[in-house]
Protein backbone atom coordinates (compact mmCIF):
# COMPACT_ATOMS: atom_id res chain seq x y z
CA UNK A 1 0.00 0.00 0.00
CA UNK A 2 1.46 3.46 -0.79
CA UNK A 3 1.48 5.47 2.35
CA UNK A 4 4.50 8.56 1.55
CA UNK A 5 2.75 11.24 -1.43
CA UNK A 6 3.73 14.27 -2.42
CA UNK A 7 2.31 17.00 -0.36
CA UNK A 8 -0.81 19.24 -1.43
CA UNK A 9 1.54 22.23 -2.05
CA UNK A 10 3.68 19.94 -4.18
CA UNK A 11 0.86 18.67 -6.03
CA UNK A 12 -0.65 22.17 -6.18
CA UNK A 13 2.41 23.43 -7.98
CA UNK A 14 2.25 20.41 -10.36
CA UNK A 15 -1.23 21.47 -11.58
CA UNK A 16 -0.45 25.33 -12.27
CA UNK A 17 3.01 24.10 -13.79
CA UNK A 18 5.59 25.86 -11.68
CA UNK A 19 7.12 22.57 -10.09
CA UNK A 20 11.03 22.06 -11.19
CA UNK A 21 10.83 19.80 -13.86
CA UNK A 22 12.92 16.86 -12.13
CA UNK A 23 10.04 16.97 -9.67
CA UNK A 24 7.17 17.24 -11.67
CA UNK A 25 8.86 14.10 -13.18
CA UNK A 26 8.62 11.87 -10.58
CA UNK A 27 5.31 13.33 -9.20
CA UNK A 28 3.87 12.51 -12.15
CA UNK A 29 5.11 8.88 -12.17
CA UNK A 30 3.82 8.83 -8.63
CA UNK A 31 0.55 9.95 -9.70
CA UNK A 32 0.56 7.44 -12.56
CA UNK A 33 0.80 4.70 -10.02
CA UNK A 34 -1.45 6.57 -7.10
CA UNK A 35 -5.42 6.24 -6.99
CA UNK A 36 -5.31 8.93 -3.78
CA UNK A 37 -3.30 11.34 -5.81
CA UNK A 38 -5.08 11.39 -8.84
CA UNK A 39 -8.40 12.27 -7.12
CA UNK A 40 -6.43 15.00 -5.37
CA UNK A 41 -5.19 16.10 -8.69
CA UNK A 42 -8.71 16.23 -10.03
CA UNK A 43 -9.98 18.89 -7.19
CA UNK A 44 -6.96 20.94 -7.80
CA UNK A 45 -7.63 20.86 -11.40
CA UNK A 46 -11.01 21.52 -11.30
CA UNK A 47 -10.47 24.83 -8.72
CA UNK A 48 -8.01 25.83 -10.41
CA UNK A 49 -10.27 26.07 -13.52
CA UNK A 50 -13.10 27.66 -11.46
CA UNK A 51 -10.94 30.22 -10.82
CA UNK A 52 -9.99 31.48 -14.47
CA UNK A 53 -13.11 31.24 -15.10
CA UNK A 54 -13.02 34.78 -12.60
CA UNK A 55 -11.49 36.45 -15.26
CA UNK A 56 -14.54 37.67 -18.31
CA UNK A 57 -11.88 37.45 -21.08
CA UNK A 58 -13.97 38.09 -24.53
CA UNK A 59 -12.60 36.77 -27.94
CA UNK A 60 -11.62 40.14 -28.94
CA UNK A 61 -9.48 40.52 -26.17
CA UNK A 62 -7.10 37.43 -26.91
CA UNK A 63 -4.01 37.33 -28.81
CA UNK A 64 -4.45 36.92 -32.83
CA UNK A 65 -4.78 33.25 -33.98
CA UNK A 66 -5.05 31.96 -30.16
CA UNK A 67 -9.15 31.74 -30.52
CA UNK A 68 -8.61 29.66 -33.73
CA UNK A 69 -6.15 27.41 -31.74
CA UNK A 70 -7.57 27.19 -28.53
CA UNK A 71 -10.86 26.03 -30.48
CA UNK A 72 -8.71 23.57 -32.47
CA UNK A 73 -6.80 22.13 -29.56
CA UNK A 74 -10.36 21.38 -27.36
CA UNK A 75 -12.20 19.87 -30.43
CA UNK A 76 -9.15 17.03 -30.33
CA UNK A 77 -9.83 13.66 -29.19
CA UNK A 78 -8.12 12.47 -26.28
CA UNK A 79 -6.37 10.27 -27.99
CA UNK A 80 -4.97 12.74 -30.50
CA UNK A 81 -3.11 14.49 -28.12
CA UNK A 82 -2.00 11.62 -25.68
CA UNK A 83 2.25 10.77 -25.87
CA UNK A 84 2.83 7.39 -27.19
CA UNK A 85 4.50 4.91 -24.97
CA UNK A 86 7.72 4.34 -26.31
CA UNK A 87 8.45 0.09 -26.01
CA UNK A 88 5.57 -0.52 -24.20
CA UNK A 89 7.46 1.60 -20.83
CA UNK A 90 8.91 -2.12 -20.06
CA UNK A 91 12.73 -2.25 -18.85
CA UNK A 92 14.60 -5.26 -18.29
CA UNK A 93 17.04 -6.95 -15.94
CA UNK A 94 18.86 -10.39 -15.94
CA UNK A 95 15.69 -12.30 -16.84
CA UNK A 96 13.22 -9.61 -14.98
CA UNK A 97 10.65 -7.19 -16.40
CA UNK A 98 9.83 -4.24 -15.33
CA UNK A 99 6.69 -1.78 -16.08
CA UNK A 100 6.90 1.49 -15.89
CA UNK A 101 4.44 4.06 -14.80
CA UNK A 102 3.59 6.04 -18.35
CA UNK A 103 5.16 8.99 -17.28
CA UNK A 104 8.64 7.57 -17.37
CA UNK A 105 7.74 5.49 -20.66
CA UNK A 106 9.69 8.54 -22.50
CA UNK A 107 13.05 7.42 -20.61
CA UNK A 108 12.39 3.85 -21.72
CA UNK A 109 14.63 4.72 -25.01
CA UNK A 110 17.52 6.80 -22.64
CA UNK A 111 18.35 4.53 -20.57
CA UNK A 112 21.43 3.12 -20.70
CA UNK A 113 22.71 -0.40 -19.80
CA UNK A 114 22.87 -2.04 -16.74
CA UNK A 115 25.83 -1.94 -14.32
CA UNK A 116 27.01 -4.29 -11.59
CA UNK A 117 27.67 -1.68 -8.10
CA UNK A 118 28.68 -3.31 -5.19
CA UNK A 119 26.98 -6.34 -3.32
CA UNK A 120 23.41 -7.03 -4.62
CA UNK A 121 23.36 -3.33 -6.93
CA UNK A 122 22.58 -2.74 -9.83
CA UNK A 123 21.85 0.94 -11.69
CA UNK A 124 21.33 1.82 -14.95
CA UNK A 125 21.89 5.71 -16.04
CA UNK A 126 18.81 7.77 -17.44
CA UNK A 127 19.72 10.70 -19.56
CA UNK A 128 16.99 13.43 -18.47
CA UNK A 129 18.89 16.26 -20.51
CA UNK A 130 18.74 19.31 -18.34
CA UNK A 131 16.82 18.24 -15.25
CA UNK A 132 19.26 16.44 -13.70
CA UNK A 133 21.30 13.09 -13.02
CA UNK A 134 18.53 10.15 -12.90
CA UNK A 135 18.83 5.95 -12.39
CA UNK A 136 17.29 3.34 -12.48
CA UNK A 137 18.63 1.43 -9.38
CA UNK A 138 17.88 -2.67 -8.39
CA UNK A 139 18.76 -4.07 -5.13
CA UNK A 140 18.32 -8.38 -5.36
CA UNK A 141 16.68 -9.71 -1.99
CA UNK A 142 20.30 -8.39 0.70
CA UNK A 143 21.18 -5.37 -1.37
CA UNK A 144 21.95 -2.80 0.34
CA UNK A 145 23.73 1.09 -0.50
CA UNK A 146 26.17 1.89 2.28
CA UNK A 147 25.27 4.86 4.38
CA UNK A 148 25.29 7.96 3.31
CA UNK A 149 23.95 11.22 3.37
CA UNK A 150 23.45 14.10 0.01
CA UNK A 151 25.30 17.31 -0.62
CA UNK A 152 21.75 18.03 -2.93
CA UNK A 153 18.16 16.85 -3.07
CA UNK A 154 17.86 13.02 -3.78
CA UNK A 155 14.07 12.23 -5.10
CA UNK A 156 13.34 8.71 -5.32
CA UNK A 157 10.04 7.13 -6.53
CA UNK A 158 9.64 2.84 -5.45
CA UNK A 159 8.51 1.28 -9.05
CA UNK A 160 8.30 -2.43 -7.30
CA UNK A 161 9.04 -4.36 -4.77
CA UNK A 162 9.84 -2.89 -0.98
CA UNK A 163 13.12 -1.21 0.83
CA UNK A 164 13.83 -0.45 4.31
CA UNK A 165 16.60 2.31 5.13
CA UNK A 166 16.92 3.21 8.98
CA UNK A 167 14.19 5.94 8.53
CA UNK A 168 11.23 4.36 7.31
CA UNK A 169 10.33 1.52 5.44
CA UNK A 170 8.51 1.79 1.85
CA UNK A 171 6.68 0.01 -0.70
CA UNK A 172 5.68 0.08 -4.23
CA UNK A 173 4.48 3.81 -5.36
CA UNK A 174 5.69 5.22 -2.59
CA UNK A 175 7.22 8.87 -2.84
CA UNK A 176 10.09 10.42 -0.67
CA UNK A 177 12.54 13.30 -0.87
CA UNK A 178 15.93 13.44 0.91
CA UNK A 179 18.26 16.15 1.66
CA UNK A 180 21.76 16.49 3.24
CA UNK A 181 19.27 16.19 6.83
CA UNK A 182 19.02 12.29 6.24
CA UNK A 183 21.33 9.51 6.47
CA UNK A 184 20.11 6.61 5.42
CA UNK A 185 21.29 3.22 4.22
CA UNK A 186 18.75 1.48 1.50
CA UNK A 187 18.58 -2.50 1.67
CA UNK A 188 15.95 -4.66 0.14
CA UNK A 189 15.07 -7.83 2.25
CA UNK A 190 11.75 -8.91 -0.27
CA UNK A 191 12.24 -11.74 -2.64
CA UNK A 192 11.51 -9.51 -5.24
CA UNK A 193 14.05 -7.28 -4.79
CA UNK A 194 13.35 -3.80 -5.18
CA UNK A 195 13.64 -1.68 -8.05
CA UNK A 196 13.62 2.64 -7.84
CA UNK A 197 13.80 5.84 -10.19
CA UNK A 198 16.05 8.43 -8.21
CA UNK A 199 17.13 12.08 -9.16
CA UNK A 200 19.90 13.79 -7.48
CA UNK A 201 21.35 16.84 -7.79
CA UNK A 202 24.63 16.52 -6.31
CA UNK A 203 26.86 13.17 -5.65
CA UNK A 204 25.61 11.34 -2.54
CA UNK A 205 27.81 11.59 0.45
CA UNK A 206 29.31 8.26 2.11
CA UNK A 207 29.55 8.11 6.05
CA UNK A 208 30.42 4.99 7.37
CA UNK A 209 33.36 2.24 7.05
CA UNK A 210 35.29 1.76 3.85
CA UNK A 211 32.46 3.19 1.59
CA UNK A 212 33.99 6.52 2.86
CA UNK A 213 36.72 5.73 0.59
CA UNK A 214 34.45 5.82 -2.30
CA UNK A 215 33.20 9.95 -1.46
CA UNK A 216 36.20 10.95 -4.50
CA UNK A 217 34.32 9.04 -6.94
CA UNK A 218 30.57 8.98 -5.54
CA UNK A 219 29.81 11.07 -8.95
CA UNK A 220 30.25 7.82 -10.57
CA UNK A 221 27.72 5.68 -8.64
CA UNK A 222 23.77 7.15 -8.36
Given amino acids: MIKLHPTQAQLVEFAEGTLSPAMSLV ?12 EKLEVINTQLAES ?11 PGGYSEMLSRITSLPASHIDVP ?32 LVGKLWQAPVDLGDMGRANFI ?26 SDGISHYDTGDFMI ?8 PESNASEGCLVFSIVDQ ?14 FS ?3 F
Avoid at 139 to 161: A, C, F, S, Y
Avoid at 178 to 185: I, L, P
Avoid at 205 to 213: C, I
Fill in 27 to 38: VAAHCDMCQHCQ
Fill in 138 to 163: YMEKGGRVPEHTHKGNEITLVLDGEF
Fill in 203 to 216: PLHFTSGLARLLNP
Fill in 52 to 62: SLVYDVSEQEL
Fill in 85 to 116: AQQHGIIELDGKTFKLPRALHRYVSKTGNWSH
Fill in 178 to 185: MTEDHVHA
Fill in 219 to 221: QLF
